[in-house]
């Protein structure tokens, strides 16, 4: 008799591999490889993770009731259209086992977050990579790659790793343009670090369309990576539809009492914001300096596209951080094999993250 087989797409899938931790022989490991929070939690989300180590018996509450009630205070939303998650990721992946299959597109932009094709493959539908234009989402390649077949269409926005996002009129003309039936899924995971005029998380869209979620997390500038916490903003029906397939105590207790604390501590991730924007700025002044391209706008993090130079390129420059016991995030995986993504961190990292990028180019 033959062996179980996985249904067609799941040995397709090339695991995701997240940032890099440790370097051999290296005790201090300056670690800017996976966008976590450069100043870690807030106090007061430690202070309630701890608090609930006595009830660890007990299970979760699996409306996530308090959390969503929080979210909807902080964010202006109605709370009975929030779903929370384990991670954002969870939520990517429940829409995409609820609205696409066999036969059925799955879009995103060809710099988009791994998990999008993961999520096609993993139900058997089909990934669509649509080219972007100078690292930005193109809404016309979008709007004309779009078809009967297109079920999904998850869009970055901000965009991880490039750095970039599109203003709110261009999410509009997407979802204007877009067929009724295509489910337009904003992933809004770097949202809270964009603090420009011209660019909404996508909130308002959902509360004016029947095809629009915004999805969300709490692993960035709340820092609550290792809880594994996200939530999704959607229409009535999706978030019915998404109730009726998330397990029923998919996050656990921890997390949402960490993460209604985060939520509250406003003055911290205030400060978390203004440390990460003037970093940003100087960490991509330096590294222009270097002669090394960025391209980044927004975010916790920069794309730095390095020389056409075997000895001066970014996988050397890789190696070389490493030996200094730097951790960065190389982008060949996501078509960008010029390229290293840098999270900004604390000062005491950014800096020698930049000496030694000066050593490595000559300078």
């Known amino acids: 008799m033959s062996a179980p087989q996985p249904k067609p797409g799941i040995l397709e899938i090339s695991p995701y591999v997240g940032g890099e931790s440790e370097i051999a022989g290296v005790s201090r490991v300056i670690k800017l490889a996976s966008n976590e929070g450069a100043l870690g939690p807030s106090p007061k989300a430690m202070q309630a993770y701890i608090e609930q180590a006595e009830t660890l018996h007990r299970y979760p509450d699996g409306a996530a009731s308090a959390l969503r009630k929080g979210l909807a205070a902080a964010y202006g939303l109605d709370a009975e259209r929030i779903v929370c998650g384990a991670g954002s990721d969870e939520l990517l992946d429940m829409l995409a086992r609820a609205y696409a299959g066999p036969g059925d597109e799955v879009m995103f932009t060809e710099h988009g977050f791994l998990m999008y094709p993961i999520a096609a493959k993993g139900v058997g539908a089909t990934p669509v990579a649509v080219p972007e234009k100078n690292l930005y989402a193109d809404v016309d390649a979008l709007l004309e790659r779009a078809g009967p077949k297109t079920k999904i269409l998850y869009l970055a926005n901000p965009n991880n790793p490039t750095g970039t996002y599109l203003p709110d009129g261009e999410i509009r003309r997407l979802r204007e343009g877009l067929p009724a039936h295509v489910l337009l899924v904003i992933d809004a995971a770097y949202a809270e670090y964009v603090t420009r005029n011209d660019y909404s998380a996508g909130g308002q869209l959902v509360d004016e369309c029947d095809n629009v979620v915004m999805t969300r997390t709490f692993s960035k500038i709340y820092a609550l990576g290792g809880l594994r916490l996200g939530w999704a903003y959607c229409p009535a029906s999706v978030a019915d539809v998404l109730n009726r397939l998330r397990g029923p105590f998919n996050v656990a207790t921890p997390a949402l009492a960490a ?37 980044s706008q927004v975010g916790n993090f920069v794309l730095a596209r390095f020389p056409d130079n075997p000895e001066h390129d970014a996988e050397a420059a890789d190696v070389f951080l490493k030996s200094r016991g730097i951790i960065v995030r190389r982008m060949a995986g996501y078509g960008l094999p010029d390229c290293l993504r840098i999270t900004i961190g604390r000062e005491d990292e950014m800096r020698p993250l930049i000496e030694a990028l000066g050593e490595f180019m000559g300078q």
């Open 259 to 295: 993460g209604l604390a985060a939520l509250a501590d406003v003055a911290f991730t205030d400060a978390v914001r203004a440390h990460t924007a003037t970093w940003l700025d100087w960490t991509k002044g330096e590294l222009t300096k270097l002669g090394i391209e960025v391209p």
